[in-house]
């Protein structure tokens, strides 16, 4: 029963997501590759936020070479390791697809200052 207690753990932990719809934030997210497992970071804009409770799960973008990727992340995955906000922005809307419309400096969103942020 340990490791059923310790996922239920985990999960109940991950349960407060620590961002909003328009945070930038830094997804470390643990992988195997050749045998061996790592961290690896996904950093992006937080699109949509889905789901309740433990079936909740954000979708982050990011560019990558010019090409937009988007990922989305169960938030009880035990595969997200730990999830950093890196900064918040002044968004109007629950979901904010009409970022992949836009490239370059139209993409961008107004940034909160450090005083508003809560």
């Known amino acids: 029963m340990d490791i059923v207690d ?9 349960m407060d997501f620590p961002a909003r719809i328009g945070d930038t934030l830094n997804v470390h997210v643990r992988f195997q ?5 790592r ?17 909740r799960s954000f979708t982050v973008r990011k560019i990558s070479d010019g090409v937009g ?8 995955s035990p595969a997200v390791e730990k999830i950093e906000v890196l900064s918040s922005a002044k968004v109007r ?11 370059g400096r139209a993409a961008r969103l107004q940034t909160l200052s450090a005083s508003k942020k809560q």
């Open 6 to 14: 310790a996922h239920v753990s985990k999960t109940q932990k991950q």
């Open 93 to 103: 809307r629950a979901r904010l697809f009409f970022l992949r419309d836009r490239e």
């Open 39 to 55: 961290i690896q970071v996904f950093k992006g804009v937080v699109l949509k936020i889905q789901g309740k409770k433990s079936t």
């Open 69 to 76: 990727v988007e990922r989305t992340f169960p938030l009880a």
């Open 33 to 37: 590759e050749a045998g061996k497992e």
